[in-house]
Nanobody, 115 residues
Framework: QVQLVESGGGLVQAGGSLRLACAAS????????MGWYRQPPGKQRELVAD???????NYADSVKGRFTISRDNAKNTVYLHMNSLKPEDTAVYYC?????????WGQGTQVTVSS
């Protein structure tokens, strides 16, 4: 059974940094994309960034230049380095792994940025 375990969320002041990590346990094959989504309070879930198996990356306009996504294929782990955090980055962050057959989601980790 595949499980995604997220870590690294928390409370940080505006301008600060956090690093999120998401590790997949269990047998998981044919990973295409790994990504991070977020759901701000009262809003819909949105894509933050994703990275393909070939390491091509894609970012939401709101985080370009501040966030960096990376992956460790050997460990089935995806990271999100977040710098220059803003209060509007406050949200529950979810990792996503898209395989050839289905998507897997993490349980979510809270990121709160105080002004």
């Amino acid at each position: 059974q595949v499980q995604l375990v997220e870590s690294g969320g928390g409370l940080v002041q505006a301008g600060g940094s956090l690093r999120l990590a998401c590790a997949a346990s269990g047998s998981i094959f044919s990973i295409n994309r790994m990504g991070w989504y977020r759901q701000p309070p009262g809003k819909q879930r949105e894509l933050v960034a994703d990275i393909t198996s070939g390491s091509s990356t894609n970012y939401a306009d709101s985080v370009k230049g501040r966030f960096t996504i990376s992956r460790d294929n050997a460990k089935n782990t995806v990271y999100l380095h977040m710098n220059s955090l803003k209060p509007e980055d406050t949200a529950v962050y979810y990792c996503n792994i898209a395989t050839r057959w289905r998507d897997f989601w993490g349980q979510g980790t809270q990121v709160t940025v105080s002004s």
